[in-house]
T-cell receptor
Framework: KNQVEQSPQSLIILEGKNCTLQ??????????LRWYKQDTGRGPVSLTI?????NTKSNGRYTATLDADTKQSSLHITASQLSDSASYIC???????????FGKGTTLSVSS | EAGVAQSPRYKIIEKRQSVAFWCNPI?????LYWYQQILGQGPKLLIQ????????DSQLPKDRFSAERLKGVDSTLKIQPAKLEDSAVYLC???????????FGPGTRLTVT
């Protein structure tokens, strides 16, 4: 069964600290993996997208990694800010045109 | 560039009532998606349109949910009659074509009492 599992479910960190979110998937065949940020009351916004051949992709303070062999991805947030408080969702796409498989998300709270 | 627009943003109804949500995708986007996101879960695809045709509605509870995209632009999602378990955020997304990046609207938060 195609699944996307994320950990931790929730995370609280102090402003300025770094953190890493994890994503494991069993989707096959694999096309690409996306990380989305979803602020409370808003729709998800894409942070990064990686295909099979890409190991890392950065977007400002966000760096995503992908290990297609072990089917694992991580999202590293550097020097966290209060505005990073949100839900981070890992999304995997199988064959082109097929439905996206969403993880349940990790809720990040950054406190001052 | 304007994003995906949805209305209303919030809706509270009693069970067994009906409700409709509206979505206006990004101009020129052929593919439109409706998702249901229950609190603490990731979005679940309800229906996918390619222009005005349905591509995937396998997870749409067709006994109570319906959706249309008659002119291949705007879309409406209807629930009739609503149940308590329908309480969720309903997200609309659009993409240039199938398999391309999806852009999400702000969602409609539905509460069924």
């Amino acid at each position: 069964k195609n699944q996307v599992e994320q950990s931790p479910q929730s995370l609280i960190i102090l402003e300025g600290k770094n953190c890493t979110l994890q994503c494991n998937y069993t989707v096959s065949p694999f096309s690409n993996l996306r990380w989305y940020k979803q602020d409370t009351g808003r729709g998800p916004v894409s942070l990064t997208i990686m295909t099979f051949s890409e190991n890392t992709k950065s977007n400002g303070r966000y760096t995503a990694t992908l290990d297609a062999d072990t089917k694992q991805s991580s999202l590293h947030i550097t020097a966290s800010q209060l505005s990073d408080s949100a839900s981070y969702i890992c999304v995997v796409s199988g064959q082109a045109g097929t439905a996206l498989i969403f993880g349940k998300g990790t809720t990040l709270s950054v406190s001052s | 560039e304007a994003g995906v627009a949805q209305s209303p943003r919030y809706k509270i109804i009693e069970k067994r009532q009906s409700v409709a949500f509206w979505c206006n995708p990004i101009s020129g986007h052929a593919t439109l998606y409706w998702y249901q996101q229950i609190l603490g879960q990731g979005p679940k695809l309800l229906i996918q349109f390619q222009n005005n045709g349905v591509v995937d509605d396998s997870q749409l509870p067709k006994d109570r949910f319906s959706a249309e995209r008659l002119k291949g632009v705007d879309s409406t999602l209807k629930i009739q009659p609503a149940k308590l378990e329908d309480s969720a955020v309903y997200l609309c997304a659009s993409s240039l074509d199938q398999g391309r990046e999806q852009y999400f609207g702000p969602g409609t938060r539905l509460t069924v009492t």
